[in-house]
């Protein structure tokens, strides 16, 4: 069955990835101590606690908006790269959305590409930099996998999400091209991105959400 | 972790409404955007911005002042400012001539302040920017982010600010801004580690007895790890490293010998010692140094020596009057 997430859902989607991103601080500060300054998980954090403080207020909004909205407040309050690639990721998002009441598995997909394609042009980064792309980039391929083969909602879910997963564990293998890993002689190989990492629970979360709402129907 | 703080989460905005306390008649602050500008606002000249995360203190803010930045603006610590914190920033000090932006070589500062310029240009307001990069413990290639900007930024604002003060037009303040980082190279050594205020602990660890040759204000990793040197010894291998990637010999330069922190001024002007001994030697004439906490790694201890090639051009605007917190001429 199809999933159809509204604005009311797309907050407690917010709300289980802030707790799931919540949870891992110190094995994010751990990750990004080892290729990065140790700040990626602090400032993450600080803004999925924010989302979450002004939830009532994203509720109310259609969900343009509120993509829109999110992305201003991830953009300010997370700062830095993270910052300003996941605030072009939901303002490209909430461009898709325009006139809709719901997402559903091919809006989702849309979501998701334009996210990707936001991401990759802000950052000037290409799959395999070691970076958030090579976790989004492998789920949106598998997602219009699964779109293509009519897979059952409930399916493609558990599909992209282990794409995503599997994606953040591949970048153990890549050396990094941009950011502050780059610096090192060994450009980061044999590290997990923790950038891409926090990409995968966002994309667990919103999978495991899509998938229990796909059961409730 | 022993910090003077309240709270982690707010040491960036408490830290520059110190820094504005001190200096009330010549900084406003704009609190949660973290923007500390000059209060003689809009003066008619090209104006000039900079900024970055938070954690290297006096800089970026404490250089706004006469003969120097117009605006500084702050992210979180170590981590670039979002875009409409910088587009606050240009709106407060655009006055119709353009705003020059001095960027270090970060991705994430790079992707914000090329992004705040974007809407910005929406308003009207005209920018150009000027990438600094001086860590010559990085090679400057073509492919990703490239070389670091780090102490030499201090330079670059300096040259800049004074073009600008000289009624110059928006290209030539640029020109002679990345004529400055031409001619920069800083290389850098830590002994320990810093604590980033939210984290609580060190990110790395340095062993008790060695030292990490080249590595980066936000402790990126160095080139080479090493057994703990005199004084003496560190000063060569910095320098050694400086003329390696550029041409300085029979050259006039201005000297930085600065802090990361932690490191007591005693130990700064002991390396100043080894520093002037090697440049003499190598018939580089020390034309202005500075020794100090210039551009900090929160309270890593170490230091970084940068060294700026001067032409009569830069020689004059590198003497021109400013007038800020961290440096007076």
């Known amino acids: 069955m199809d999933f159809s997430l509204r604005s009311r859902d797309y907050v407690e989607y917010i709300k289980r990835a802030y707790e799931l991103i919540h949870s891992r601080g110190d094995y994010i500060t751990e990750l990004d101590s080892a290729t990065g300054d140790g700040d990626h998980w602090t400032n993450l954090n600080m803004g999925f606690e924010s989302l979450v403080q002004q939830a009532e207020r994203l509720e109310e909004m259609e969900l343009s908006e509120q993509f829109r909205e999110i992305g201003r407040i991830m953009m300010s309050v997370i700062g830095g790269s993270s910052g ?17 009441e719901k997402i559903g598995e091919e809006t989702l997909y849309e979501v998701l590409l334009s996210m990707r394609d936001a991401i990759i042009s802000r950052g000037q980064a290409k799959e395999g930099d070691k970076t958030m792309i090579d976790s989004l980039a492998p789920a949106v391929k598998k997602y219009k996998e699964c ?18 997963e599997e994606g953040a564990e591949n970048t153990k293998k890549m050396e990094a091209v941009r950011g502050r890993a780059s610096y090192q002689a060994d450009r980061g190989l044999g590290h997990l991105d923790p950038g891409a990492v926090t990409m995968s629970y966002q994309l667990v979360t919103l999978m495991d959400f899509a998938a229990e709402k796909s059961r409730e129907k | 972790m022993k910090k003077i ?40 000249k090209v104006a000039l911005i900079s900024g970055g995360g938070a954690g290297h203190e ?14 500084a603006v702050s992210g979180n610590v170590f981590s670039s400012p979002s875009p409409d914190r910088i587009g606050t920033a240009l709106r407060e000090v655009s006055c119709g001539k353009g705003v020059l932006m001095v960027i ?31 860590d010559a413990a990085v090679p ?159 309270d890593m201890t170490g230091a970084s020596i940068t060294l700026m090639k001067l032409d009569e051009e830069l020689k004059a605007l590198l003497d021109a009057p400013c007038d800020t917190p961290a440096w007076k001429i």
């Open chain 2, 58 to 71: 006096p800089l970026h803010a404490g250089y706004v002042g006469k003969g120097m930045l117009d605006a």
């Open chain 2, 104 to 134: 270090k070589n970060y991705s994430g500062d790079i992707m914000n302040f090329g992004m705040a310029a974007d809407l910005a240009k929406l308003d009207g307001i005209e920018t150009s920017q000027v990438i600094v990069k001086d």
């Open chain 1, 147 to 164: 779109l293509d083969r009519q897979e059952d909602a409930e399916l493609l879910c558990e599909k992209v999400k282990k794409a995503a």
């Open chain 1, 84 to 100: 300003i690639l996941y605030g072009s990721a939901y303002i490209a998002a909430s461009k898709t959305l325009e006139g809709k």
């Open chain 2, 140 to 298: 400057d290639r073509e492919e990703g982010t490239g070389r670091r900007g780090i102490a030499g930024t201090v330079f670059v604002h300096k040259i800049a600010g004074a073009r600008a003060e000289q009624g110059a037009s928006l290209e030539e303040v640029r020109a002679s801004a990345e004529k400055a980082v031409r001619n920069i190279r800083t290389m850098g050594v830590a002994m320990t580690p810093c604590i980033l205020p939210a984290v609580g602990k060190p990110g790395f660890q340095i062993a008790e007895d060695e030292i990490e040759i080249g590595m980066g204000i936000h402790g990126e990793q160095g080139v080479e790890s090493s057994k703990i040197k005199t004084a003496k010894e560190i000063a060569e291998i910095l320098l050694d490293k400086i003329m390696a990637d550029y041409d300085y010999s029979g050259a006039e330069a201005a000297v930085l010998i600065n802090g990361l922190g932690g490191t007591p001024l005693m130990e700064l002007y002991i390396l100043n010692m080894e520093v002037q001994k090697l440049l003499k030697e190598r018939e580089i004439k020390a034309y202005r140094t500075l020794v100090g906490n210039y551009c900090t790694s929160i």
């Open chain 2, 5 to 44: 703080m309240n709270k982690p989460t707010e040491v960036v905005g408490d830290a520059l409404m110190g820094l504005q306390m001190a200096y009330p008649d010549a900084l406003s602050y704009i609190p949660k955007l973290e923007v500390i500008c000059r209060k003689e606002k809009k003066i008619d």
